[in-house]
C-alpha cells in the first residue's frame, strides 16, 4: 500500500490563486520522501492538504489508504506532523509535554510511562526530562517537538522544514534522528528550505515550482538532469569582464552542443559534459582575450544546481515557504481544518 497517493490536486485560494495544481505523487511506505521548492512555490500547501488542515479544490488523496477528505479523522490518528514552528508548551517540562501529547493522542494510559521514557531517549533528552522547555535550545526544543509527534508511533510522518533555524550541529543531531525512525519503518515525507538535507536523507525527491510538480527522481537522478560536471571560473574585472568571458565560453565550439553558461557574483560556470577535458583550453582562451582567472574548479552537479536548472531560482537558504494562510483556502468545505487528537483532544 502507499503511503501517500495524490492524484491531480488542485488547491484555489478564495482570490483565485491557484497553489496547488495538478500535484500527483505515489509514495510508498517505508520511503524518505523528499519536496522541494523555492518560497511560495506551494510546498506548505501541498503538505497541509495531505494531512487535512486544507481541504483540495479538486483531485485525490489517500494517506496510509484513508481518503483525506472522506476519512480525515482517520488520516490525523496514522499520521505525525511536526510544523515548521513548534508547539510545545514553554512551561511544562519535556515530560509534561510529551504526556500531553500521549493524552491528546488517545495513548493507553498503562502505555505513557514507557512511551515517554522510550521517547526521551530517543531524541536525547533523558538528562533534561524535567526542566522547563522555555530553558531549552532550539535543536532542543526541535527534538522535543520531534517526539510529540510520535507518541502514537505514526506510520508516516510529515516533517516541514524541521530544521530550519538550526545550527549546524543540532541540525545533524536531528537528521540522525530522522534516519533512525525511517531506518525502523516508519515513512518520512520531509518539505525543506536546505538542498544538502534533502540530498543526505531523501531516497526520492519531487521539485515543486509555482504549484506544479516539475521534476521527480533520486538526488543522484536529479543531478544527472544538469547535463555534466561544472567548470567554475572566478575572474577580476567586474561585471564587464564576467560578461566578456561568457561570451567567450558560449561562442566557442570547446563544449559541444548543450552546454550551459552562466555569469555569477565571483565570475562565469559552464555546465558540460566536456568540462573537465576543454576547461583548459577555455582558461587559456580568456587568458589571450586579456582576461584576469583568479581561480577555477571542476565539480560535480550539486542540488542547488538542479534546482537553478529546473526551476530558475537558487535556494534560499534562510527565509520559510509561506505560502498562504488556511482561512483563506477554498475546498470542498470551504475552509481549512485542524488536525484533531485520536481521541478529540487537542491536534497539532
Not at 51 to 60: D, E, R, V
Not at 84 to 109: H, K, M, W
Amino acid at each position: 500500500m502507499s503511503a501517500i497517493d495524490a492524484d491531480d490536486v488542485t488547491l484555489t485560494y478564495a482570490d483565485g490563486t491557484e497553489a496547488v495544481r495538478g500535484v500527483s505523487l505515489d509514495i510508498p511506505e517505508g520511503e524518505f520522501f523528499g519536496f522541494l521548492g523555492p518560497n511560495g512555490a506551494g510546498k506548505t500547501t501541498a503538505i497541509k492538504t495531505f494531512t487535512t488542515l486544507l481541504c483540495p479544490t479538486s483531485g485525490s488523496v489517500t494517506v496510509n489508504g484513508f481518503d483525506v477528505v472522506e476519512e480525515s479523522r482517520a488520516v490525523r490518528e496514522s499520521i505525525g506532523y511536526m510544523a515548521q514552528e513548534t508547539s510545545i508548551d514553554p512551561e511544562l517540562t519535556a515530560r509534561e509535554n510529551i504526556r500531553f501529547a500521549c493524552e491528546a493522542y488517545g495513548v493507553p494510559r498503562g502505555e505513557r510511562a514507557e512511551r515517554i521514557d522510550e521517547l526521551l531517549d530517543l531524541v536525547e533528552l533523558a538528562a533534561a526530562a524535567d526542566k522547563e522547555s522555555g530553558e531549552f535550545s532550539g535543536g532542543m526544543k526541535k527534538r522535543l517537538d520531534a517526539a510529540m509527534a510520535l507518541v502514537h508511533r505514526p506510520p508516516l510522518v510529515f516533517l516541514d522544514e524541521p530544521t530550519t533555524g538550526l545550527d549546524p550541529k543540532a541540525r545533524n543531531r536531528l537528521w540522525e534522528y530522522f534516519r533512525r525512525i525511517n531506518e525502523a519503518g516508519t515513512t518520512i515525507f520531509l518539505t525543506t528550505q536546505y538542498l544538502e538535507e534533502a540530498d543526505q536523507l531523501c531516497e526520492r525527491i519531487a521539485v515543486i515550482s509555482d504549484g506544479e510538480i516539475v521534476a521527480t527522481g533520486s538526488p543522484g537522478e536529479l543531478k544527472r538532469r544538469v547535463g555534466g560536471e561544472i567548470l567554475d571560473i572566478d575572474l577580476d574585472g567586474g561585471a564587464a569582464a564576467r560578461e566578456r568571458a561568457a561570451e567567450i565560453a558560449a561562442d566557442s565550439d570547446l563544449f559541444g552542443d548543450g552546454a550551459g553558461v552562466e555569469t555569477t557574483a565571483a565570475g562565469i560556470t559552464v555546465t558540460s559534459r566536456r568540462a573537465r577535458e576543454a576547461g583548459t583550453d577555455l582558461l587559456v582562451a580568456l587568458r589571450d582575450d586579456g582576461l584576469t582567472v583568479t581561480g577555477f574548479n571542476i565539480r560535480a552537479p550539486t542540488l542547488d544546481d538542479v534546482f537553478l536548472a529546473i526551476t530558475g531560482d537558487g535556494a534560499d537558504g534562510g527565509a520559510t515557504d509561506t505560502d498562504r494562510d488556511a482561512d483563506g483556502a477554498s475546498g470542498a468545505d470551504g475552509a481549512g481544518t485542524a488536525p484533531a487528537a485520536a481521541d478529540g483532544g487537542t491536534g497539532r
